[in-house]
């Protein structure tokens, strides 16, 4: 495993959480369903020829396991993070891209309202109690640090999570990424772009943070057209 792999999954695990929202809500047709989902997820097309489609391998998820146990907790943080446990660990619709030169990511994810007990609100609870995460794996050692707001222009409800994971060891150098988690209708979707790490000068690859937020604009518009249709 390498340092950089494990970086880009580190702040991917710290994000992931935010792709489900609150129950109770009354809709007067059907949610859409698993395939109308999976059809309005993000292409290669649409990220670009130098991802691969790496959705659902094993090891990435064994890899965000054990780096989620390495978090230290701060006081007053766990508590509040413990809430997204009931949310479960799979969506019903996701797919994984990732850079094999840097190790960069893209991940798109939709979830129904219905399945899931908490919202992004609820998250943004989570940022603010936890802005700092201190981490100490048996490959890697630092913090994550995380920050949230409220945005238009996505769905009916929409927030941005700005993230940042600086490595102090065996490498020191900081990995930043974004993320935008919007409610439309039932369902709770989720854009998320994190850097990786050049493998010949083991510096942060630049990272294109409007490119994301053009991807939450595509995966939005797709996914009305499918509650709309």
């Given at each position: 495993?390498?340092?950089?792999s ?7 695990a710290?994000?992931?959480v935010?792709?489900v ?5 009354d809709?007067a ?13 993000l ?8 991802y ?23 006081e ?6 413990e809430r ?15 850079d ?12 129904l ?6 919202g ?16 100490d794996s048996?490959?890697?050692t ?5 920050s ?18 600086e490595?102090t060891?065996p ?18 979707a ?20 409007g490119?994301v ?8 518009r797709r996914?009305?057209e499918v509650?709309?249709a």
């Amino acid at each position: 495993m390498t340092a950089p792999s494990v970086g880009a999954r580190l702040v991917v695990a710290a994000v992931l959480v935010a792709t489900v929202a609150a129950c109770g809500v009354d809709v007067a047709s059907p949610p859409p369903t698993r395939a109308e989902l999976q059809r309005a997820l993000l292409t290669l097309e649409d990220v670009g020829e130098r991802y691969a489609d790496v959705t659902g391998e094993e090891e990435e998820e064994e890899e965000v396991k054990s780096l989620d146990e390495a978090f230290d907790y701060p006081e007053g943080c766990r508590q509040v993070a413990e809430r997204f446990e009931d949310g479960g660990d799979e969506s019903l619709a996701k797919v994984t891209f990732d850079d094999d030169d840097d190790e960069s990511s893209i991940e798109n994810s939709y979830d129904l309202r219905s399945e899931v007990e908490i919202g992004v609100d609820t998250f943004l609870d989570v940022v603010e109690a936890c802005p700092v995460l201190p981490y100490d794996s048996n490959e890697l050692t630092g913090e994550l640090r995380l920050s949230g707001k409220r945005i238009d222009g996505l769905g009916d409800k929409a927030i941005e999570v700005r993230f940042e994971s600086e490595f102090t060891s065996p490498i020191e150098v900081t990995v930043v990424g974004v993320g935008y988690y919007w409610e439309r209708g039932e369902v709770v979707a989720g854009v998320s772009g994190v850097g990786g790490i050049d493998q010949q000068t083991l510096e942060a690859a630049p990272f294109d943070e409007g490119r994301v937020r053009e991807l939450a604009g595509i995966a939005d518009r797709r996914l009305a057209e499918v509650i709309d249709a």
